[in-house]
Nanobody
């Protein structure tokens, strides 16, 4: 029943920034831990950041210090601010619950970082 729509991706030069958004149709959004995932070509999907209902955050080592996850419960939206982007960050980015995940992932949003 949960639907997820990611947006905000694009092509950016190394060192640049992007802000991703995830709009969730989720009646329990405010109490769920939400995460951002990414999947690069030929690689497994990986969790890069997560945020609890209380605002606690956890980041993968690869993005720590460069990415910031936040949420607006009033708008059922999760954000991912990406700074100091590297070519290694190139991937399709998805959002989802950390627990009780939506059965169907969104289309994701493509992030491409040029060197």
């Amino acid at each position: 029943q949960v639907q997820l729509v990611e947006s905000g991706g694009g092509l950016v030069q190394a060192g640049g920034s992007l802000r991703l958004s995830c709009a969730a149709s989720d009646r329990d959004f405010s109490i769920n831990v939400m995460g951002w995932y990414r999947q690069a070509p030929g690689k497994q999907r990986e969790l890069v950041a997560q945020i609890s209902s209380g605002g606690s955050t956890i980041y993968a080592d690869s993005v720590k210090g460069r990415f910031t996850i936040s949420r607006d419960n009033a708008k059922n939206t999760v954000f991912l601010q990406m700074d100091s982007l590297k070519p290694e960050d190139t991937a399709v980015y998805y959002c989802n619950r950390i627990r009780e995940q939506a059965l169907y992932w969104g289309q994701g949003t493509q992030v491409t970082v040029s060197s």
